[in-house]
């Protein structure tokens, strides 16, 4: 295992994983579900978390992060740890043992499972059903991707192989968790599940390379004509792609938070696929949380939120499966000034473009990597294409998008090439033209505004200009000794803000409607003026 706040890995190798062996078919003495509780150390009871799912055997649970330290590695002196084991848990009430888990999930990470054996993974198992890939039942907000290279399976039925489905796993799902259910609005542990299989072993279905996604009412109808339910002949848990590649796009909100809070919350991110590319999809939104396509009400499942226990807080990002080479219109409710994109993709000849949702007439910078400066070549003065660098962007004032392109790296997989995006104190009239606020509210204020609206300059009539003074208050440098200082009884202080007058002039700002507006509001009478059409715009 490895750890980090930005690359968590697991890596599992030469591994035999075995469910129900001839040796365990003895149903009479099966110890079913006895796992371990912190009300249950010596597992006496019936405590899985699988227990409503009719599971008898599971092999591999999705892997989560909480950021709380459960190994002796990192709560115990190095040498007492180093005579036990760097996996020993270290439990107490709040790092409870790993069967329920109360915490939110902190941030993702990705398993590599490589030259693996899955062994006597039974559908029909002691009356009940066994599987050998799921997700945790605690895990509303994140669960680790995997990625699998030379799987074996030995004696395993194709059934009873994965499970990532709302029909199975609804009974399981409780609490915080509901949302993850087929009635509810989805959830990123579950609706972001992912599994890559990398030569197709793990899969066997004779493709090259594969990818299994969720199958949910939320992801089905996104992924359904590229990928089906069956395996083999049997209705499986899951949605097998082949020779499909999907990936993930993760999202995070920096914008700093208010005082006594731990975070800014926003969203949900919502993607819909370019209905012009010859993509594959053919209809549904991708959105995180989960939601049920463009053809229902959408509802916002499970993102981040906060844990139950103080020492696992939240922290405001959305991650989002996506497919390589496509163009997608991204939409974020409340969109965050600064903000963080993260392509998990290690190939270099992918990408995707992003059309961002931008109501807002500034520019923006963007920073690749730890970079301190942006870097000015990755500043289009057009919109930018699939075959852009990494963090090529433009702002297009007049249709109201953000355009970046994304492009996979291994150094971007290993959280090295992110795009840090933060709004700047600049106008983008056009997407070759960038102006100071200074220089947009100067002489040629009618000339920018009309050219940022997109409209002649003409139809901008100043209808009147109103000089006035006003008191504001002013901030004063400490080392400001002209200022006289305030007293109350023997406390003197000098001030750090005081009165002022400062001018200000107030423009009152008319937009007359075009010909053709008119035309449309006077049944065709393109010489009027449109009676009530509009509202006049206000400047000050």
Known sequence: MSIGSAFRRIYIRNSVIMGTSP????????AWCRTQTLTD?????????????????VGFVAAIQTANKKSCWMTMPYAACRLMSTAQPKLNDCHQPYEKDIHMQKGLGWTYFTDTTFAYWKSSDCGLSSRAITVNMWAAEVSFPATFTRTTWYESDSDARFELS????DASYAGRASPCKSTGG????????LLQDTDGTLTGVGAAFASIVPYTPRTDIVWASMCNNSLHGSSVGVQVCPNVSVDLLE???????????KDVKFGPLVLTPDEEED?????GVLSSPGNPGEAAKPQHGVGPFYASCPCGWDFSFYHVLIQPDTTYYMEVLSLPENFKLRYWNPNPTDSVLLEIFYPDSRGVNVFVGGAKTPDMALKLGRKPTLDDPHGSHVVDAQALRLYVTMRGSQAGFDARQDLTVRRTPTVKLKMNIEISIVEFNGPQFQTNLAILLGIPPERIVVASVQARRRLKLLEIASEDDSDM???????CKTPGRRLATVDQTELDISIE????????ATGGDSASSGGTFGDPCRAG
């Open 485 to 491: 200082p305030l007293c109350i009884g023997d406390d």
């Open 513 to 520: 409607p075009s010909a053709d507006a008119a035309a449309a």
């Open 251 to 261: 999202m995070k909100n920096i914008d700093r938070p208010m005082r006594g809070a």
């Open 23 to 30: 040796a365990g078919t003895n149903c009479d003495k099966s």
């Open 279 to 283: 993509n594959g999809f053919e209809g």
């Open 186 to 193: 989805g959830c990123m542990g579950l609706d972001q599940m």
């Open 41 to 57: 150390p010596y597992m006496n009871e019936c405590n899985s978390m699988y227990i409503a799912a009719e599971l008898r055997r």
């Open 166 to 169: 709302t029909d199975k796993l």
